[in-house]
C-alpha cells in the first residue's frame, strides 16, 4: 500500500526556470494539498484541489504559482520563473473524500532550490 | 481565522527524561487537533489527533496529548525519550467550516535529545 508518492525529491532550477513537482496521492484518496515550508518555518498551506476542480488556492502567490490535479495522472504544482524566494520544500497531503474530517497523509516533499 | 501557537522553538532534553510539548490553537467552535513528527529531511508523520471525546489522547511512539478546552491547548507528552525522538514536532487544527481537511499549523518545536 503506497504512500503518498513525490517527485523528485530534490530539484536544482535557475532562476527564470520552470519547476514542476509532482503528487501521486494513496490508493483511494481523491483530495490532495500542497503546502510549502520555507527554511526555519512550520508549513503553510498552498491549495486543495479534486479531481479536474481547485476547490481551494488561498495560500497560492498570485503570480507564477499554478496547480492542477488531472482526471488520470498525479497532481502537478508547477512554478514559472522561479525565483530565489521559492526556494523550500514542498509537501503534498492527500485525504480520503468522505466528507469528513479525517486524517491527511503526507508525502516525504521536494525540496526546491534556485540559484 | 483559526491560528496554532507552539511557543517553544527549541528544547533539548536528556535521554530518559520526560518531554512536553506546548501547543495553543485559537478556534472558535470545536478544533480538531493534530500532532506530526518530522525528521530531518523527511515527511510528516501523524502522532496523533483529537476529534471528540476522550481529552487524553494516545498516539503512536509513546506519545500521548490532553485536550483542555478551558486553555485552548493540546500539549504532546511523552514519559521517557529515547535518542530517536529527536525530530521538529508540529500541532495542527483542521477548520471544520472550510472545505476539505486543511490544515494549519504551528510554527513548530525542535526537540534535541542529550545522551
Known amino acids: 500500500n503506497a504512500g503518498v508518492m513525490q517527485n523528485p525529491r530534490h530539484l536544482v532550477r535557475r532562476r527564470g526556470q520552470e519547476a514542476r513537482l509532482r503528487c501521486s496521492p494513496m490508493?483511494?484518496?481523491?483530495?490532495v494539498y500542497w503546502y510549502r515550508q520555507l527554511p526555519e518555518e512550520g508549513l503553510k498551506f498552498m491549495v486543495y484541489?479534486?479531481?479536474?476542480?481547485?476547490?481551494?488556492e488561498s495560500g497560492m502567490p498570485k503570480e507564477r504559482f499554478s496547480a492542477e490535479f488531472p482526471k488520470e495522472g498525479p497532481s502537478i504544482l508547477r512554478i514559472q520563473q522561479v525565483v530565489r524566494g521559492d526556494s523550500a520544500a514542498y509537501f503534498c497531503?492527500?485525504?480520503?473524500?468522505?466528507?469528513?474530517?479525517?486524517?491527511?497523509?503526507f508525502g516525504q516533499g521536494t525540496r526546491l532550490t534556485v540559484v | 481565522a483559526q491560528s496554532v501557537t507552539q511557543p517553544d522553538i527549541h528544547i533539548t532534553v536528556s535521554e530518559g527524561a520526560s518531554l512536553e510539548l506546548r501547543c495553543n490553537y485559537s478556534y472558535g467552535a470545536t478544533p480538531y487537533l493534530f500532532w506530526y513528527v518530522q525528521s530531518p529531511g523527511q515527511g510528516l508523520q501523524l502522532l496523533l489527533k483529537?476529534?471528540?471525546?476522550?481529552?487524553l489522547v494516545q498516539g503512536i511512539k509513546g506519545f500521548e496529548a490532553e485536550f483542555k478546552r478551558s486553555q485552548s491547548s493540546f500539549n504532546l507528552r511523552k514519559p521517557s525519550v529515547h535518542w530517536s525522538d529527536a525530530a521538529e514536532y508540529f500541532c495542527?487544527?483542521?477548520?471544520?467550516?472550510?472545505?476539505?481537511?486543511?490544515?494549519?499549523f504551528g510554527g513548530g518545536t525542535r526537540v534535541l535529545v542529550k545522551p
Open positions: 490508493k483511494g484518496h481523491s483530495h
Open positions: 497531503a492527500s485525504s480520503p473524500g468522505t466528507g469528513r474530517i479525517s486524517e491527511a497523509f
Open positions: 484541489l479534486q479531481k479536474e476542480n481547485i476547490i481551494d
Open positions: 483529537y476529534f471528540s471525546g476522550d481529552t
Open positions: 495542527a487544527v483542521v477548520d471544520d467550516k472550510a472545505a476539505g481537511n486543511k490544515l494549519t
